[in-house]
Each structure stands twice: as C-alpha cells, then as structure tokens.
C-alpha cells in the first residue's frame, strides 16, 4: 500500500535535489571561512581586472588633452586619485561580497540540515515499513 506522507516527503526531497539542491551541495561542502575567503579572492581578481580596463579607456580617451598640460605635480596627484580610487573601491566590494557570501553560506546550510532531517524521516519511515 501507498504511503502519501512517504510520497510527498519523496517528491519534496527529489524536487530540492533537482533544483537548489545541486547549488547549495557545491557551497556547503566548504568551511564559511574558506567559502567567502574563496568569493574574496574572486572579487579582488574581478575588481582588479575592471578597474585596469576602465582606466585604460579613460586614459585613452583623454590622452591628447593631457599630454599638452602634464606636469608632475599633476602625475603625482592623478595617480593618488587612482590609487585612492582604487583601494575604495576594493573596501566597498570586500564588505558586499562578504555580506552576501556569509548569507548564501548560511542559508545553504540550512536548507541542507531540513534535507538531512527530511532523509532521516524517510529512513526511519523505511525500518518502520520493514518491521
């Protein structure tokens, strides 16, 4: 005979390894520590990449208009502002990446533990069947 709790429980479990399931497998094998150390990592390499690229264009774009009116003290001012730029802009992205990844770490978890509860049920469920 048909159980309709062990059925749904089924599909309930079949669904979430389909869907999220895969995802949050990947992201709670790792550490917290080590997962969004892993996301910092990535944030500063992209971080860097894109501000290398948007620096170049502008210094493309501007490159005749500057060269006529270059002085050192404005080199040594330019690059402060870049640097400056820069090392803001790597603040700002280490907090957002933080935030999101302790938070994607969390909650992958947790929805890891209600999968284990609900195999634990389905476990005991069987042996109960088996009696």
Not at 34 to 48: L, R
Request: hydrophobic content about 50%.
């Amino acid at each position: 005979m048909l159980d309709k709790r062990k059925i749904r429980l089924m599909t309930r479990l079949a669904l979430y390894e389909q869907n999220e399931g895969r995802e949050d497998m990947k992201i709670s094998a790792y550490y917290k520590k080590d997962y969004v150390s892993m996301k910092m990592i990535a944030t500063f390499i992209w971080t860097t990449i894109g501000y290398v690229c948007a620096m170049l264009l502008v210094l493309a774009w501007g490159m005749t208009g500057w060269m006529e009116k270059l002085t050192l003290a404005l080199i040594f001012m330019l690059a402060a502002v870049v640097i400056l730029g820069y090392l803001a802009l790597l603040i700002i992205t280490f907090i957002i990446t933080s935030r999101i990844s302790n938070r994607k770490h969390r909650d992958a978890r947790m929805r890891m533990k209600r999968y284990n509860h609900g195999l634990l049920q389905l476990m005991k469920m069987y042996e109960k069947e088996n009696k």
